[in-house]
């Protein structure tokens, strides 16, 4: 039997049972099977994996992302430069941390090129990233390497260079690309929303949401209201499970 599975702290809203069990069956793979372990501390890993022998792989969520790397007896290059961890792969008792949310979030970019360029010139716009956990971690990385300066709000002024109340009509005029990377509006919560000044959107604007459940968030609702073009997570959480499945399935 090859185990793979999902590590958080609550999975009740996770899709990824379902897609890898789908890949599983597509190919044939009798012998895969993939689970859910709600871990109440990322210390919980440790007896995971020695409980767990024939665990190939993992995925890892909220609120591990980060806090998994010191249990990790390797690094990929990538994932220690966004510090966060997103996929593990299990080979010969060893494990390895990558991170395949810096992939996802460039496929679900790609897709954006021709609105992020200002009709008739080069100047990409400037962006807020909303939230400062491993999914902000990642979109800056991609931001960054796309040439997009961006702003990172938090509800710490340690953590990110705003804070939400600091968010004025003037900022959203600046920063047209909005990426939500907090779990705001997200299942079971599906009313919150990040607190912005919406009515200072405009069809210039670009509303990326990270959150996949449910894929139409208020936060892409207050956008649409503004005629603001916007972008759910569901292909980012696409691409990031097939660049997952790619390292498991790969030389290591
Ligand atoms: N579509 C995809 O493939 C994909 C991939 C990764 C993540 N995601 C989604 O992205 C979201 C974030 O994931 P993550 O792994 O980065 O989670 P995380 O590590 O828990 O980070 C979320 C961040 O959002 C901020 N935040 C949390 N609760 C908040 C609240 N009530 N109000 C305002 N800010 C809040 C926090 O930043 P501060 O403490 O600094 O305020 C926190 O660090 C989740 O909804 C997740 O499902 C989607």
């Known amino acids: 039997m090859q185990r793979y599975g999902l590590i958080g702290r609550k999975l009740g809203h996770s899709f990824s049972k379902e897609h890898f069990t789908g890949v599983f069956r597509r190919a044939g793979l009798k012998d895969h099977r993939y689970d859910l372990f709600e871990l109440g501390d990322i210390e919980e890993l440790t007896s995971l994996l020695r409980n767990t022998p024939d665990l190939c792989g993992l995925n890892v969520t909220i609120p591990y992302k980060e806090a998994v790397i010191p249990y990790l007896d390797g690094l990929d290059p990538l994932a220690a430069a966004v510090g966060a961890v997103n996929t593990i792969a299990i080979r ?73 109340d600091l968010i004025d009509p003037t900022i959203l005029r600046v920063c047209r690309l909005i990426i939500n990377a907090t779990p705001l509006g997200m299942h079971p919560d599906v009313n919150s929303a990040p607190s912005l000044p919406y009515a200072a959107l405009t069809a210039k604007h670009v509303l990326v949401d990270l959150v996949y459940n449910p894929e139409q968030t208020v936060f892409l609702k207050h956008g649409q209201e503004h005629g603001a073009r916007t972008l759910g997570g569901s292909a980012m959480l696409k691409a990031q499970a097939e660049e997952a499945w790619r390292i498991w399935q790969g030389p290591g």
């Open 92 to 164: 010969d008792g060893m494990t390895k941390g990558y991170n395949t949310d810096v992939a996802g979030f460039r496929s679900l970019m790609h897709n954006l090129d021709d609105t992020l360029h200002d009709a008739g010139s080069a100047i990409r716009p400037r962006a807020l990233v909303l939230g400062t956990g491993g999914a902000s971690r990642a979109v800056a990385f991609v931001l960054r390497e796309m040439g997009i300066r961006f702003r990172i709000v938090s509800r710490s002024r340690e953590r990110g260079d705003l804070t939400w």
